[in-house]
């Protein structure tokens, strides 16, 4: 899974923004902000990945559990898929 191509990522205001472009700017309503984790795992996503790697990737980098990490990815992913973000 990997973000699709029509979402982009930019700093307004020192915020995390994810940004629609192209004909999807056009039928997206509404705005995604993301604190620094969420930035992290969005990043991460801009390459095709899998949930596993995702939950590896957070434990490594923040001091979190296992445990944590799982329910965090898993509550992320459910938002991108919620807004029709995610290509899998």
């Known amino acids: 899974m990997k973000i699709k191509d029509d979402y982009i990522l930019r700093s307004v205001a020192n915020q995390h923004v994810v940004v629609p472009t192209g004909e999807t700017a056009i039928n997206f309503n509404g705005i995604i902000t993301l604190n ?5 795992l969005f990043e ?3 390459d095709d990945t899998d949930k596993e790697i995702l939950i590896d990737k957070l434990t490594k980098n923040y001091d979190v559990t296992e445990e944590k990490a ?19």
């Open 44 to 46: 991460a996503l801009k």
């Open 36 to 40: 620094d984790t969420g930035k992290f």
């Open 70 to 88: 799982r329910k965090d990815v898993e509550a992320f992913l459910d938002i991108l898929r919620k807004n029709d973000l995610l290509d899998e």
